[in-house]
């Protein structure tokens, strides 16, 4: 059974940085991709990033240049660096993990809340 340690989030006021990072019972590595959604009160979960295995990295438009993605090797953890935080931000943020072979399959962390006010 594949499980996703999350970690980070918390309260933090607006224009402020939180760091989330996401950790695996396997290699980071094995893994094809991984990434990160959220999800707002009331709404849907949504896509936010992702960094595929040769690091290449996406993100959606509202977080383009305010969020980002790294890897410590050593720790064989993600990251989700989160500056310039605004009050729309506030959400659960959820790590996931998807590999494609030999098929597709989608692994998920429990979730942590980050909280954007002042």
């Known amino acids: 059974q594949v499980q996703l340690v999350e970690s980070g989030g918390g309260l933090v006021q607006p224009g402020g940085s939180l760091r989330l990072g996401c950790a695996a019972s396997?290699?980071?590595?094995?893994?094809?991709?991984m990434g990160w959604y959220r999800q707002a009160p009331g709404n849907e979960r949504v896509f936010l990033a992702s960094?595929?295995?040769?690091?290449?990295?996406y993100y959606i438009d509202s977080v383009k240049g305010r969020f980002t993605i790294s890897t410590d090797n050593a720790k064989d953890t993600r990251y989700l660096q989160m500056d310039s935080l605004k009050p729309e931000d506030t959400a659960v943020y959820y790590c996931?993990?998807?590999?494609?072979?030999?098929?597709?399959?989608?692994?998920w962390g429990q979730g942590t809340l980050v909280t954007v006010s002042s």
């Open positions: 996931y993990a998807q590999t494609h072979q030999p098929r597709l399959r989608h692994y």
């Open positions: 396997r290699s980071i590595f094995s893994f094809d991709v």
């Open positions: 960094i595929a295995n040769d690091s290449t990295t």
